[in-house]
């Protein structure tokens, strides 16, 4: 077995099973391995400490699989997956939650590789990512292996994602296994409908880690008008129209998505709300809305991932601030503002510092009533705390 050998000192990490080498870490590598091949990692007296996959185009140069000396073979996958799929039988068991995430890569032990089921009225549909170059050559296995032990329809790819490129690899989308996924599946969740196009939609199709987020935030939405920014397909605002909000209006962006707002509020009829959707630049229209005088109960600002590297939290930040200056300035006194950031980078203690700069800056008085975090079925893993990356708030504004 090819190895790497670690520099004196650098092998705590590993002992505590963080499972990234990163490539300041090697002394040495022994035995020529391929990118892709699996390597021992050894620390400086040659002695066995971990497996996991080569990519020394990464700075990431191994992942690691295992703390034992096992093979990683077929059986080794199949074990992996098993155990993955057993964590989410809560969700295998409700019925009103047919779309979840059933394997969350380092966190379930399996470095790189993302899987997603999408539950339809008829069959369900697996998206699957591979993240990491070590996957490559265990493509067909996995897929054999999901095809086996969930029997989906059909198992999509979509590996069309940035961060395969730090890993020397390019996007990739299709489908790998079964049938063609319809050009809408039809999901449920929280007993909702949502049409989720697996080929296009953003990640996997869907923000399946907002899905209790949604229900926290819908319980302030009763007789509320709500402003749902970056709305996406609908997510916070069907729910808060299930609730009993008076008003909902989606904004985002693409007209694309908006579409596919309208569809899902329609699929969840709830005749006292009125639904609008408003196309545009976040901060641009709510800036506009400020100015105008519009006031909200409830604001929802759910952006994109603003931080993609340390050198990008400086402008992240502020750009958090900007959208919760104007989310805030936008509340009735007494108003709801339910506010995330999916940056990995921003922690939450840096992200309640720029809530309380905003909120210093807008001259409101602001109160946490609930901090938020991904769902369940992205579960952290106490040895990998990036596995955190989805951090919101609900807070009252007077
Ligand atoms: N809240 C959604 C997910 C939001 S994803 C849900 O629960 O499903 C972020 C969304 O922000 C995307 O739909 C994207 O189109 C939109 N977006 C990105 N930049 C934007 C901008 N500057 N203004 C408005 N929308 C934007």
Redo the contacts with the bound molecule.
């Keep these: 077995m090819p190895a790497i050998r670690l520099k004196r000192g650098r092998e705590k990490p590993v002992l505590h099973r963080h499972p990234w080498i990163f490539t300041g870490a090697v002394r040495e590598t022994q035995g020529e391995p391929q990118p892709g091949d699996v390597v021992d990692v050894l620390d400086q007296n040659g002695a066995f400490l971990a497996r996991g996959y080569y990519n020394p185009h990464s700075q990431i140069v191994v992942r690691l699989l295992t703390w034992n000396e096992e093979a990683i073979d077929a059986a080794f996958w199949r074990r992996r997956l098993e155990t993955s799929i057993a964590r989410r039988q809560g969700f295998a068991q409700d019925e009103r939650t047919t779309a979840y995430r059933l394997v969350y890569a380092e966190s379930d032990g399996l470095p790189g590789l993302i899987v997603d089921r999408y539950g339809g009225a008829d069959g369900h549909w697996l998206v699957v990512q591979f993240l990491a170059l070590g996957l490559e050559p265990w493509r067909r296995t996995i897929v054999g292996l999901l095809a086996e032990l969930l029997a989906p329809r059909g198992i999509y790819e979509r590996s069309d994602v940035e961060v395969r490129g730090q890993e020397g690899l390019g996007g990739v989308s299709g489908l790998l296994y079964g049938e063609e996924p319809p050009p809408l599946v039809e999901i449920l969740e929280e007993g909702l409908r949502f049409g989720v196009d697996l080929r296009q939609g953003?990640k996997t199709g869907?923000?399946l880690d907002?899905r209790e987020?949604?229900c926290f935030v819908a319980d302030y939405c009763a007789g509320a008008e709500v402003l749902?920014?970056?709305?996406?397909?609908?997510?916070?605002g069907v729910y808060a129209a299930q609730k009993g909000a008076r008003r909902v209006i989606h904004?985002?962006?693409?007209a694309d998505?908006l579409r596919l707002a309208e569809e899902n509020m329609a699929r969840n009829p709830s005749p006292g709300t009125e639904a609008k959707y408003v196309a545009?630049?976040?901060?641009?229209?709510l800036r506009a809305y400020r100015d105008a005088g519009r006031r909200f109960d409830v604001v929802?600002l759910?952006?994109?991932k603003f931080a993609y590297s340390q050198r990008q939290i400086p402008s992240a930040t502020r750009g958090y601030k900007d959208i919760n200056m104007l989310g805030m300035a936008l509340l009735r006194p007494g108003g709801t503002l339910a506010t995330?950031s999916?940056s990995g980078l921003v922690n939450e203690d840096l992200f309640q510092k720029v809530l309380f700069g905003a909120s210093v800056d807008v001259g409101r008085e602001v109160r946490i009533l609930r901090r938020l975090s991904q769902g369940p079925d992205h579960p952290v893993l106490l040895t990998f705390p990036e596995g955190a990356y989805l951090k919101g708030f609900i807070c009252r504004v007077e």
Excluded: M
């Excluded at 749902?228 to 916070?236: H, L, M, R």
């Design positions: 953003h869907f923000y907002q987020n949604r749902n920014v970056f709305a996406y397909t609908g997510g916070f904004l985002d962006s693409s998505v545009g630049d976040a901060f641009q229209v929802i759910d952006p994109p995330f999916c």
